[in-house]
C-alpha cells in the first residue's frame, strides 16, 4: 500500500452545513427522532479475528499523523481506542502517547490484539474486553479517543455522553474509516464479488445471528448524532491512498467482514470460493487489484 500525501477538508454533511450546530439549535431537535443499532451481538465477528489482523485495509500512516497535527500529539497523555478490534488504531498510534486503553466487547479480537502487540512490542496498551457502552471514570481522563469503523455498532448517544466526561479539556474524538465497503462501491471487481456474495446469501446484506441479521440503515449519520450531542465542534478531513488487493487476500477480507463471515457458507464454503475467484478473474484475469480510497478522519472537540 502507498499513500499520497494530500489532506483535503470534507464537506459538512449536516443540513444547511452547519457543522457545528449551534447549542440554540440543538435544544430544538427531538431526541427521540435518534435511532441507533441494537446492542452488541457476540457472533458479528465470530472467528474473524486473526484474518481481520491480516487482510483488513490498514490505516495509512499520514491518518496518524494528521491526528498528532490536529491534538498536538507529543508522546504524553493517554489514548482510549473503542471498538479496537486486533488494534489496528491503538497498536501504531501507541507510540504518540504515554499509555493507551483499548477496549473491545469481542474475546477473539481482544486475544488477537493482545498477539499483534507482543508481535511488535508494543507494551503501553491496556486491553479491556467490554462494550463502549460501560465506560466510566474508573478509566480516568484521555486526550483522545479513537473509533475506527465500528460507531455504528453502538449505542451511539450513550458513548458520547459518556466519552465526554472522560475526555481532557483539549481532547476530542476522531472516528476513522478507510473507505473500502463494496456494497458502495462502482469497481466492476468489486461488484462481481457483491454479486457471488447475494448468489449465496440472498439480496440483503446479512449482519449478525450467525448470517440470520440483515443490515440496518445508520440513520441518523454519525454527524448528527455528534451535532446533537455535547461536544462543542466537528470537522472532517480526507487522506487519499491506494490499496492492493489479490484473489487471495480479497477472499480473506469477505471472510472478515459482517455480512460474509466464513461461517456463514458452511460446508459450502469452497464452491463460494471458487466461484468468488472465476468472478474476479473473469474482470482481471491477472488476478490482482488496485483501487484508489479515500480514508476519512472525522475529529469532534470537546471544546
Same mark, same amino acid.
Given at each position: 500500500?502507498?499513500?499520497?500525501?494530500?489532506?483535503?477538508?470534507?464537506?459538512?454533511?449536516?443540513?444547511?452545513?452547519?457543522?457545528?450546530?449551534?447549542?440554540?439549535?440543538?435544544?430544538?431537535?427531538?431526541?427521540?427522532?435518534?435511532?441507533?443499532?441494537?446492542?452488541?451481538?457476540?457472533?458479528?465477528?465470530?472467528?474473524?479475528?486473526?484474518?481481520?489482523?491480516?487482510?483488513?485495509?490498514?490505516?495509512?500512516?499520514?491518518?496518524?499523523?494528521?491526528?498528532?497535527?490536529?491534538?498536538?500529539?507529543?508522546?504524553?497523555?493517554?489514548?482510549?481506542?473503542?471498538?479496537?478490534?486486533?488494534?489496528?488504531?491503538?497498536?501504531?498510534?501507541?507510540?504518540?502517547?504515554?499509555?493507551?486503553?483499548?477496549?473491545?466487547?469481542?474475546?477473539?479480537?481482544?486475544?488477537?490484539?493482545?498477539?499483534?502487540?507482543?508481535?511488535?512490542?508494543?507494551?503501553?496498551?491496556?486491553?479491556?474486553?467490554?462494550?463502549?457502552?460501560?465506560?466510566?471514570?474508573?478509566?480516568? &481522563?484521555?486526550?483522545?479517543?479513537?473509533?475506527?469503523? /465500528? =460507531?455504528?455498532?453502538?449505542? +451511539? *448517544?450513550?458513548? $458520547?455522553?459518556?466519552?465526554?466526561?472522560?475526555?481532557?479539556?483539549?481532547?476530542?474524538?476522531?472516528?476513522?474509516?478507510?473507505?473500502?465497503?463494496?456494497?458502495?462501491?462502482?469497481?466492476?471487481?468489486?461488484?462481481?464479488?457483491?454479486?457471488?456474495?447475494?448468489?449465496?446469501?440472498?439480496?440483503?446484506?446479512?449482519?449478525?445471528?450467525?448470517?440470520?441479521?440483515?443490515?440496518?440503515?445508520?440513520?441518523?449519520?454519525?454527524?448528527?448524532?455528534?451535532?446533537?450531542?455535547?461536544?462543542?465542534?466537528?470537522?472532517?478531513?480526507?487522506?487519499?491512498?491506494?490499496?492492493?488487493?489479490?484473489?487471495?487476500?480479497?477472499?480473506?477480507?469477505?471472510?472478515?467482514?459482517?455480512?460474509?463471515? &466464513?461461517?456463514?457458507?458452511?460446508?459450502?464454503?469452497? /464452491? =463460494?470460493?471458487?466461484?468468488? +475467484? *472465476?468472478?474476479? $478473474?473473469?474482470?482481471?484475469?491477472?488476478?490482482?487489484?488496485?483501487?484508489?480510497?479515500?480514508?476519512?478522519?472525522?475529529?469532534?472537540?470537546?471544546?
Amino acid at each position: 500500500m502507498k499513500e499520497t500525501t494530500g489532506i483535503t477538508h470534507a464537506p459538512c454533511p449536516m443540513p444547511h452545513a452547519q457543522c457545528p450546530m449551534p447549542n440554540a439549535q440543538k435544544s430544538k431537535i427531538d431526541m427521540t427522532q435518534l435511532k441507533t443499532l441494537p446492542t452488541y451481538d457476540p457472533s458479528l465477528f465470530e472467528g474473524a479475528a486473526e484474518g481481520y489482523a491480516q487482510y483488513r485495509t490498514k490505516y495509512p500512516p499520514i491518518v496518524f499523523e494528521k491526528l498528532a497535527e490536529i491534538f498536538n500529539l507529543n508522546g504524553q497523555g493517554r489514548l482510549l481506542d473503542l471498538g479496537t478490534g486486533p488494534g489496528l488504531i491503538s497498536i501504531p498510534l501507541r507510540t504518540r502517547f504515554e499509555e493507551v486503553v483499548a477496549i473491545d466487547p469481542d474475546p477473539g479480537m481482544i486475544g488477537e490484539a493482545k498477539r499483534q502487540a507482543a508481535a511488535v512490542g508494543a507494551n503501553n496498551i491496556t486491553w479491556l474486553e467490554q462494550g463502549a457502552e460501560l465506560i466510566d471514570s474508573s478509566l480516568g &481522563k484521555f486526550k483522545l479517543t479513537t473509533i475506527g469503523r /465500528a =460507531f455504528h455498532w453502538m449505542e +451511539r *448517544e450513550l458513548v $458520547l455522553e459518556r466519552l465526554y466526561e472522560l475526555l481532557s479539556d483539549d481532547g476530542g474524538l476522531a472516528l476513522l474509516q478507510t473507505g473500502d465497503n463494496p456494497w458502495e462501491s462502482n469497481l466492476p471487481w468489486k461488484q462481481a464479488a457483491v454479486g457471488v456474495v447475494k448468489k449465496w446469501l440472498g439480496d440483503e446484506r446479512r449482519t449478525g445471528q450467525r448470517g440470520q441479521g440483515t443490515r440496518k440503515p445508520v440513520d441518523p449519520p454519525h454527524e448528527v448524532v455528534i451535532g446533537n450531542s455535547a461536544f462543542a465542534r466537528q470537522e472532517s478531513y480526507e487522506v487519499p491512498f491506494e490499496k492492493s488487493w489479490t484473489v487471495d487476500s480479497y477472499l480473506g477480507y469477505l471472510y472478515t467482514t459482517a455480512f460474509s463471515l &466464513k461461517i456463514f457458507y458452511g460446508d459450502n464454503a469452497p /464452491a =463460494f470460493e471458487k466461484d468468488l +475467484r *472465476e468472478a474476479l $478473474l473473469a474482470v482481471e484475469p491477472s488476478g490482482h487489484f488496485t483501487e484508489e480510497l479515500k480514508a476519512t478522519i472525522l475529529v469532534a472537540w470537546k471544546h
